[in-house]
């Protein structure tokens, strides 16, 4: 049976579209058979290749409330796992909303996800994401080779542990998990290495737990934000704006007065087409 | 500028397929420019994702002998650079051709590459491309982690160095080229690394010149096919045929009578679509 697709990305955090507007496209398989589809689509030789699947369905057709968004984002890991949420992930839907004159770009648009209502907001090629509020815990370690790290715990819907390195080389190929603190992450931990870079300025590289170092981070790099502007003691009475440098490009992150985050940066659909995977 | 693609693989060695018959697609750009598509197309985040291009193009519109082939196959690495040859991707090239009724099935078609025309025979989901004559030169060494091994010079349009070790997880990660001998290949080899698994039965790892480890080599299980029957001592007064194990699938290798690498095995195309990259 062949189904459209889509392939896109934010600052190369890549993610295959299927549009399923009705639910009907994918929606009669099982969570099994939807793994295989999602484990194929994202294997990148013998698939599309992708870091996940962003399934594009109208809310009224989920048993699931709508909270006001016409459109829901069903969102799966390259293994096939379900995930809640994804900041460079939800980025791109919303361009894919727009691209298609599925939503319009002139306000902000609700999107569902299983960690609830998101409000995406369009202009031009930049796309923020409201991340929500974030959780500033306590001092941790991480080790990475022989290296030894302290780190900043940051709960953004998922765990993050922070850490300032004097050189993004510090974290070596990254081709293991690094090691934490299994009492403070008992499911793991998102493992962020931070160099500074300027005022409000830093760059990143990340270790996802589950996919190993990737190009891009959306919750990590407003953990990085967060994390950044705690040990800046910048003052909270504005909104605070910090660039941050991932492998794959540059984002935004605005923390604002009210104790949201909000993620900003491009996202872009470069092919489309059908596949029978 | 929109543009069509298709993404297929064979055993997993896969390719972005740019179908421009009459050149006008792509046959404007300067080298420089289609060096960069192909670049942006194969990025396996921020493009489509491939081990090459392979541009469909009749060999009316090059200016290039046709020696009796409709069809040309320009083929270029993942980095732009060009490249005479590939096995797995001119199995996927006549793949496309018979899927698209460009070619008919039903007899040998010969393709035009820049190494001449090659012959490929469509059987069912398995496709045959004729590797023309190996050259079994002489035993070298290469060495991979702490390990020094001897190794078989067999050359099959590229260099390779065939080694037969116990376990193939004796090579390791491979993430660096194994050394080699820059007398015997001033211009690098592919390595493959070896192991039987039964009678005219081996399994391999190959790491690529230029590319690193990958789940196939097409000339790979070629030169591992020769080298395993001069180590066998198998008489060549028959067509002689070895299941060849690769990463990314099984693919079987028949050295005839008449001095000839015939590669088999199945190539497949999962997508299709349009693109601007």
Redesign the interface.
């Known amino acids: 049976m062949s189904y459209p ?1 889509l ?1 896109g ?1 934010g600052t ?3 993610f295959v579209l299927l549009p399923d507007h009705d639910g009907t496209t994918h929606g009669g398989l099982s969570a099994d058979e939807l793994a295989r589809r999602v484990r194929a689509l994202c294997d ?6 992708g870091d996940g699947v962003l399934r594009v369905v109208r809310t009224a057709h989920l048993g699931v409330p709508a909270d006001g968004s016409e459109w829901f984002m069903d969102y799966r890991n390259a293994d096939g796992s379900l995930s809640e949420m994804c900041g460079n992930g939800i980025r791109l839907f919303a361009r894919h909303l727009v691209d298609e004159g599925l939503a319009d770009g002139s306000a902000p648009i609700p999107v569902g996800t299983r960690d609830g209502v998101k409000l995406l907001t369009v202009d031009g090629d930049q796309i923020t994401a409201d991340l929500g509020t974030p959780r500033v815990l306590g001092e941790t370690l991480v080790s990475v080779g022989h290296l030894e790290l302290g780190a900043r715990h940051v709960d953004i819907g998922n765990p993050h542990a922070v850490t300032f390195v004097s050189c993004l080389d510090d974290a070596g190929p990254l081709l293991v998990a690094p090691d934490h603190d299994p009492d403070v992450f008992p499911d793991g931990v998102n493992v962020e290495f931070v160099v500074r870079r300027g005022d409000r300025h830093v760059a990143m590289r990340v270790h996802e737990r589950g996919s190993g170092e990737t ?1 891009s981070c959306g919750t990590g790099a407003g953990a990085v934000m967060v994390a950044a502007a705690v040990a800046d003691g910048v003052a909270r009475d504005e909104d605070v704006t910090y660039r941050v440098d991932v492998p ?1 490009g540059t984002l935004r992150v605005t923390w604002t007065v009210d104790d949201r985050v909000l993620l900003t940066g491009p996202a872009v659909v ?8």
């Open positions: 697709f392939k990305h190369e955090n890549d990148r030789r013998a698939g599309i290749g190009r794959g470069v092919a489309s087409g059908v596949t029978d995977l």
